[in-house]
């Protein structure tokens, strides 16, 4: 299938989507189809928007983090506004599906405890959960949200870190780290964390107002 015609079909599964909602019968049409790699190709590459909007919503429903991750952290920086509120959605959705499904799972159970405000029991999961899945980047992004929720600065940096280690197009932990850093009254090395993240998101204009902010404040205190 050439890449113009495999476009095109997309495109028309793509339009069905919009008409029904169906997600189930967009799913079962692109999977039968489609590999990762041409989703991938298409959102990278392809001129129409209409296809790369189908391959950031497929991506999002079944991609994974080895073969996804790259192409749909690179549409955050698409000329379209959906295809990259579509990219931010599916990146989240890959991560959390991002290892094996008794540890995704887990993960579930972490983000349930935190949303209910339990963060001691959380800290207990999403430790267990590190050490069980130590490649599992969004254990440790899990984790830091914890530390930052309990005050616990700088342990939440080390885990952005770790988190930026395993997977380096994570907006949300550069996001967390520029936090805990301006909290640790270390303002340059969080405006470099903010910078790094409009590499990524270079659209997203109130990150860039944050920015403008605190250029301003630091060179008010004199650079210190």
């Known amino acids: 299938m050439s890449e113009t015609h495999a476009g095109s079909l997309l495109v028309e599964y793509f339009k069905a989507f919009v008409q029904d909602r169906d997600i189930e019968a967009f799913r079962n049409r692109v999977a039968a189809r489609y590999n990762e790699g041409t989703l991938c190709r298409l959102l990278t590459v392809s001129p129409d928007v209409a296809a790369r909007r189908a391959a ?3 991506l999002g429903i079944f991609g994974s983090f080895e073969h996804g991750n790259k192409a749909l952290a690179r549409a955050l920086r698409d000329d379209d506004v959906a295809v990259r509120t579509m990219a931010e959605d599916a990146l989240w959705a890959v991560w959390f599906r991002a290892d094996t499904p008794e540890h995704n799972q887990a993960l579930s159970h972490v983000r349930r405890a935190i949303s209910r405000q ?3 029991s959380a800290e207990v999961l999403a ?6 899945a130590p490649n599992f980047a969004e254990a ?3 984790r830091a949200i914890i530390y930052f929720h309990q005050g616990r600065f700088a342990e939440s940096v080390r885990d952005c870190q770790s988190v930026l280690l395993r997977n380096p197009y994570h907006f949300g932990a550069i996001s967390g780290m520029a936090e805990c850093l301006l909290r640790l009254r270390r303002p340059h090395d969080a405006l470099k964390m903010m910078r790094r993240a409009l590499k990524l998101q270079p659209y997203h204009n109130s990150l860039r ?5 605190l250029e301003t404040e630091i ?3 004199g650079g210190r």
């Open 56 to 58: 950031v919503l497929s």
């Open 118 to 120: 339990e963060l001691d």
């Open 127 to 132: 430790t267990r959960l590190v050490a069980e």
């Open 140 to 142: 440790y992004n899990k």
């Open 209 to 213: 107002e944050a920015i403008r902010i």
């Open 219 to 221: 060179d008010s205190d």
